[in-house]
């Protein structure tokens, strides 16, 4: 049986991460921006329609989950801007 080269401690510090390329940097903020947008607003809807189904409410919880979710989303873009445009 074969084994495979253990890398040292100097061995995995020769070791360097390409930096990335302004498509990928692009791509990846895009992709980041994304699920900040979708994720808290249809999470909110989401719970909302289980809520006015639990209390019998409709559409109460739904319209006020659907607010935080796009506030939540409205910040959390906010901060992401504030990140990229640090120097």
């Not at 020769?14 to 980041?32: C, G, V, Y």
């Not at 809520?51 to 796009?70: E, K, N, R, V, Y």
């Amino acid at each position: 049986m074969s084994q495979s080269p253990r890398l040292t401690e100097s061995d995995a510090s020769q070791t360097t991460k390409r930096p990335l390329s302004a498509p990928m940097i692009i791509i990846a903020t895009a992709l980041d921006t994304t699920w900040r947008l979708f994720a808290p607003t249809l999470g909110g809807v989401f719970l909302g329609i289980w809520l006015d189904s639990m209390f019998h409410t409709a559409p109460i919880w739904t319209i006020i989950c659907l607010m935080l979710g796009t506030i939540l989303s409205t910040v959390l873009v906010l901060r992401q801007l504030k990140n990229v445009r640090k120097p």
